[in-house]
């Protein structure tokens, strides 16, 4: 696609600073009416900050935006809402004891907007419709998946009259099936005359939505991209450099050779609720061997995130019993498991292990058995080798978590609960905010915690994932494991067979 005309949003030589830390340096980009411009970059790579920069949420220390030819200043998202830009972030914001009507009512208001109560409902019940999903307008968020809640950020949008919807890693989060539907939301938006900043930093993703992409790494462009430029290598390249096919970060290879120790851990006939009382486990009977990749996969929403919790002690059995190298956990909580040597790496670690408003060196006390009196100095030493061997990019240790971006934020989950993984690690789609260097390193990583041994249970919706690291597969559907392989005895079309029975 040509674009010739006048961009509707220009930014220019944009330089944004926190302390220790240049997230943006010097950056430049044009979007275009009825566009698809795709962000692409690697964990920390300036991409959300420049995202906040336009939507008014930053203030740029440098540089300039103009919309429409009009060179303006955000100081709120507010000013940027005037001019029609509206930014969807990846964890929705929204107020989880309101009703989605409420919600989106709430937000109207802060904008100094009004819409009647009917209008709104058709809103999000039509936006619901365009993902495949629904939305009761009356329903509480807290009641709400991440899908539903993301149709409510969209809704609102729709509401604002936003014609420039900038689309923060949306769909690391969101099932298969529901990606696509989003993406044809997204060429909906296109061929209405609305212009959209897709970020992320899948490749796949980029290529299968964009019209155009702008690379960025470590806070600079390296370079945009026209469709027809599109070739993953180069992409690939200009994202990492040389550092995907160096020795640093290995490709990954098959399963780690592996088992036949000690059994740690085993679910026996497990029955769990998920958070609206509905059976999410029916039956579960799993045995986990130390030294094994023990993979478990199926179609979101099939209680993987409740088998997860049941495993590191955040999710009670209603029936069934739980027992860690012997002895009987069942309903003893997430303490008692975590002090048995088990590991936890989320796919949304500000829900489940960090604080967000506590520093890196904080959040690793938090999980560190540093006994009565913790060694802060030392501990600091710590977090930065951890920083530096990880790639995590903070100001410094003891910058808040919050402060990171998601990729980040991710990285550090993984270099705190691999530290801490002494008898067994449960990954829960722990990927999704990985970029694609990383997400090699983690799959070795995790291989070579299986063969130091420590027990694995990798919990994701990617065959391709799940294949590569494990010993063993178990299928889940419906909550119910409806098939346990060798990883030698199975193949993809098997698997995906069972993951719609």
């Given at each position: 696609?040509?674009?010739?005309?006048?961009?509707?949003?220009?930014?220019?030589?944009?330089?944004?600073?926190?302390?220790?830390?240049?997230?943006?340096?010097?950056?430049?980009?044009?979007?275009?009416?009825?566009?698809?411009?795709?962000?692409?970059?690697?964990?920390?790579?300036?991409?959300?900050?420049?995202?906040?920069?336009?939507s008014?949420?930053?203030?740029p220390?440098?540089?300039?935006?103009?919309?429409?030819?009009?060179?303006?200043?955000?100081?709120?998202?507010?000013?940027?809402?005037?001019?029609?830009?509206?930014?969807?972030?990846?964890?929705?914001?929204?107020v989880?004891?309101?009703?989605?009507?409420?919600?989106?009512?709430?937000?109207?208001r802060?904008?100094?907007?009004?819409?009647?109560?009917?209008?709104?409902?058709?809103?999000?019940?039509?936006v619901?419709?365009?993902?495949?999903?629904?939305?009761?307008?009356d329903?509480?968020?807290?009641?709400?998946s991440?899908?539903q809640?993301?149709?409510?950020?969209?809704?609102?949008a729709?509401?604002?009259?936003?014609?420039?919807?900038?689309?923060?890693?949306?769909?690391?989060?969101?099932?298969?099936?529901?990606?696509?539907?989003?993406?044809?939301?997204?060429?909906?938006?296109?061929?209405?005359?609305?212009?959209?900043?897709?970020?992320?930093h899948?490749?796949?993703?980029?290529?299968?939505?964009?019209?155009?992409?702008?690379?960025?790494?470590?806070?600079?462009?390296?370079?945009?991209?026209?469709r027809?430029?599109?070739?993953?290598?180069?992409?690939?390249?200009?994202?990492?450099?040389?550092?995907?096919?160096?020795?640093?970060?290995?490709?990954?290879?098959?399963?780690?050779?592996?088992?036949?120790?000690?059994?740690?851990?085993?679910?026996?006939?497990?029955?769990?609720?998920?958070?609206?009382?509905?059976?999410?486990?029916?039956?579960?009977?799993?045995?986990?061997?130390?030294?094994?990749?023990?993979?478990?996969?199926g179609?979101?929403?099939?209680?993987?995130?409740?088998?997860?919790?049941?495993?590191?002690?955040?999710?009670?059995?209603?029936?069934?019993?739980?027992?860690?190298?012997?002895?009987?956990?069942?309903?003893?909580?997430?303490?008692?498991?975590?002090?048995?040597?088990?590991?936890?790496?989320?796919e949304?670690p500000?829900?489940?292990?960090?604080?967000?408003?506590?520093?890196?060196?904080?959040?690793?006390?938090?999980?560190s058995?540093?006994?009565?009196?913790?060694?802060?100095?030392?501990?600091?030493?710590?977090?930065?080798?951890?920083?530096?061997?990880?790639?995590?990019?903070?100001?410094?240790?003891?910058?808040?978590?919050?402060?990171?971006?998601?990729?980040?934020?991710?990285?550090?989950?993984v270099?705190?609960?691999?530290?801490?993984?002494?008898?067994?690690?449960?990954?829960?789609?722990?990927?999704?905010?990985?970029?694609?260097?990383?997400?090699?390193?983690?799959?070795?990583?995790?291989?070579?915690?299986a063969?130091?041994?420590?027990?694995?249970?990798?919990?994701?919706?990617?065959?391709?994932?799940?294949?590569?690291?494990?010993?063993?597969?178990?299928?889940?559907?419906?909550?119910?494991?409806?098939?346990?392989?060798?990883?030698?005895?199975?193949?993809?079309?098997?698997?995906?067979?069972?993951?719609?029975?």
């Amino acid at each position: 696609m040509s674009f010739l005309h006048t961009p509707i949003l220009r930014v220019f030589n944009i330089v944004k600073r926190f302390p220790g830390v240049t997230a943006l340096n010097g950056v430049s980009l044009e979007l275009y009416q009825g566009e698809v411009h795709v962000l692409l970059g690697e964990n920390g790579s300036g991409k959300s900050t420049l995202a906040k920069v336009i939507s008014g949420i930053y203030l740029p220390d440098s540089g300039s935006i103009e919309v429409a030819g009009r060179q303006v200043v955000f100081s709120s998202p507010a000013d940027a809402i005037r001019y029609g830009i509206y930014y969807i972030p990846q964890t929705p914001s929204l107020v989880e004891s309101l009703t989605v009507t409420e919600n989106v009512l709430l937000a109207l208001r802060s904008y100094s907007l009004l819409a009647g109560v009917g209008r709104v409902r058709e809103v999000v019940r039509e936006v619901a419709s365009k993902l495949g999903t629904r939305v009761d307008p009356d329903t509480k968020v807290s009641e709400l998946s991440y899908t539903q809640r993301q149709t409510v950020e969209l809704a609102k949008a729709v509401l604002l009259g936003a014609r420039i919807l900038i689309v923060d890693e949306v769909t690391t989060y969101l099932p298969r099936v529901v990606r696509e539907f989003f993406y044809n939301y997204v060429r909906q938006v296109r061929e209405g005359g609305g212009s959209v900043i897709l970020i992320t930093h899948k490749i796949s993703e980029a290529v299968e939505v964009a019209d155009r992409i702008t690379i960025l790494r470590v806070g600079t462009v390296v370079r945009t991209l026209e469709r027809g430029e599109f070739n993953v290598e180069l992409i690939r390249k200009l994202m990492f450099g040389n550092r995907v096919t160096s020795s640093t970060v290995e490709q990954p290879g098959g399963p780690t050779p592996g088992g036949g120790g000690e059994e740690v851990a085993r679910l026996e006939n497990a029955w769990a609720r998920d958070d609206s009382g509905n059976l999410a486990l029916r039956g579960v009977t799993l045995s986990i061997m130390r030294g094994e990749v023990l993979g478990v996969v199926g179609i979101a929403g099939n209680g993987q995130r409740e088998l997860a919790e049941v495993l590191v002690g955040l999710r009670g059995l209603v029936r069934g019993r739980y027992y860690l190298r012997g002895a009987d956990v069942t309903n003893r909580g997430t303490g008692t498991v975590r002090a048995a040597g088990v590991g936890f790496i989320p796919e949304a670690p500000l829900y489940y292990i960090f604080s967000g408003d506590l520093s890196l060196v904080e959040n690793v006390a938090i999980a560190s058995r540093w006994g009565p009196v913790i060694r802060w100095d030392s501990l600091a030493s710590r977090v930065r080798k951890l920083v530096d061997t990880y790639g995590i990019s903070a100001a410094s240790p003891r910058a808040p978590v919050k402060t990171l971006s998601g990729g980040n934020i991710m990285r550090l989950a993984v270099a705190r609960e691999l530290e801490l993984s002494r008898n067994m690690l449960v990954a829960y789609n722990a990927t999704r905010s990985l970029d694609e260097a990383f997400s090699e390193y983690f799959l070795n990583a995790v291989r070579d915690l299986a063969q130091r041994g420590t027990a694995v249970v990798y919990i994701s919706e990617s065959v391709d994932e799940v294949l590569a690291v494990s010993n063993r597969v178990a299928v889940i559907s419906s909550g119910r494991i409806v098939g346990l392989f060798d990883r030698e005895g199975v193949n993809r079309d098997t698997v995906e067979r069972l993951m719609v029975m």
